[in-house]
């Protein structure tokens, strides 16, 4: 195991390249197991959660080949082998692999995934969906069991709007019978991504992107090749680090569409940033305006932005206020940013931050993959070295972090944890 050092203070200059999409390449990976010859992917980002799911799709039969940036996965052998525990329980988008091994195999058997933790996650919309489309669901010992004759289409209306129940529906529909009408749907861009995947292997879907999303089934789908998105997320992050602490950030390969609510904020805060077709430059200023968010679902401020954004918010003069409406438990950075010297307290959803702060380096743990990035964005701003462990969940989302930093200009470094270091966090 190891631990990260940011050394605050350092201003960052120069350009950074994003990689593909994690929130996409994590369904786009299994929704290759429909396809009955090769799926080519370019641009997966080269993080951990691609390669515990390339070795999931090897593990019941696929064969997955690298080929400088394009993967080549082919499941034309693959069979409906149970999945029960192992590496499907250290994700949480290992669910995906419930709609493709039902959709091709009319079967599945599914351990419960697992991931960041960020509070209750229930997949009951998931379930709602596949029995809706015929399929009896069963939770036996630990494992979700999943069992079909047949699909037929269906109208199914998502009672919480869920990227991973819309996804998950849309993968066991395309080869069902008929028709299926997905409302309240979710939007975001990833979804779009997956049924761009799926209509190029022959699948037939309309709405992708908006909450009503149709699927006509087809017999059988074909291997293609698909380019995928650039990861919203990690531009949202290096957008907050240049807003943190740049002189002149230009942040390539990026869709800026993607992220008008952070750039809304972000410019409400007095950060200078100029729109590209595929590119942003952001400047930073001497001094920054609080500003309250709130999140809520595409196209509102993304979830997954909030824990960078709270870092950044102790470098703004005033008091702001963050709630995050979609995930309970999303404040466990919370008390590793007061250890920094944070001015933060938390009411209920909300989390209540007063700035500027003088924030200190600190030993500090990440709980979650976003979590960790907060805590980056407090290093690089903070006096002193900040230490950080728990970079499992770092490294789940963000690919070549250290290296991106370092061109950057940050001064950031690992090192390995000394065994008693070892004992002490796994015994927090």
Not at 123 to 140: C, S, W, Y
Not at 229 to 245: H, L, S, V
Not at 265 to 286: F, H, P, T, Y
Request: proline share 4%; charged share 25%.
């Amino acid at each position: 195991m190891q631990k990260l050092f940011v050394e605050g203070g350092k201003t960052l200059n120069g350009s950074v390249r994003i990689g593909g999409a994690k929130n996409s390449a994590v369904a786009l990976l299994p929704a290759t197991i429909l396809a009955d010859d090769v799926v080519s992917i370019e641009g997966l980002p080269h993080i951990s959660d691609v390669e515990t799911l390339s070795d999931l799709l090897e593990e019941i039969g696929g064969t997955v080949k690298k080929e400088e940036d394009v993967m080549h996965i082919d499941t034309s052998n693959m069979t409906a082998m149970p999945l029960p525990n192992g590496k499907v329980q250290m994700l949480r988008a290992s669910y995906y692999f419930m709609g493709a091994m039902l959709g091709r195999f009319k079967k599945a058997v599914i351990g419960l995934p697992g991931g960041c933790h960020l509070g209750p996650r229930p997949i009951d919309q998931h379930i709602k969906g596949f029995e809706a489309l015929g399929a009896e669901v069963t939770n036996e010992q630990g494992a979700i069991y999943l069992r079909a004759d047949e699909l037929k289409g269906a109208r199914i209306y998502l009672d919480v709007v869920s990227v991973g129940a819309t996804i998950n529906i849309m993968l066991a529909a395309v080869k069902a019978k008929g028709k299926t009408v997905i409302e309240n749907a979710a939007r975001e861009p990833e979804i779009i991504d997956v049924a761009t995947l799926l209509t190029s292997m022959g699948a037939k879907i309309k709405g992708a992107g908006t909450d009503v999303i149709r699927i006509e089934g087809v017999d059988e789908l074909s291997g293609c090749m698909h380019t995928i998105i650039p990861d919203r997320i990690e531009a949202g992050t290096y957008t907050i680090m240049a807003a943190a602490m740049g002189g002149d950030v230009l942040i390539d390969n990026v869709i800026p569409q993607h992220l008008e609510p952070l750039l809304a904020k972000l410019r409400e805060m007095g950060v200078n940033i100029e729109e590209g077709e595929e590119q942003l430059r952001v400047a930073s200023s001497a001094e920054l305006t609080a500003v309250d968010i709130k999140t809520l679902v595409h196209p509102g401020f993304p979830t997954d932005l909030q824990q960078p954004f709270t870092s950044l918010l102790t470098r703004a003069e005033g008091t702001a206020i963050v709630t995050d409406t979609i995930y309970s438990a999303r404040f466990k950075h919370i008390d590793e940013l007061r250890r920094m010297n944070a001015q933060i307290k938390v009411e209920g959803a909300s989390a209540i931050v007063t700035g500027p702060a003088d924030l200190q380096g600190a030993k500090v743990k990440a709980s979650d993959l976003r979590a960790g990035a907060a805590l980056i964005v407090a290093g690089l701003i903070a006096d002193g070295i900040t230490e950080i462990t728990g970079l499992e969940h770092i490294d789940r989302g963000y690919e070549k972090l250290n290296e991106k930093l370092t061109t950057l200009g940050a001064r950031i470094w690992r090192e390995d944890m000394t065994e008693a270091e070892i004992e002490q966090f796994q015994n927090q």
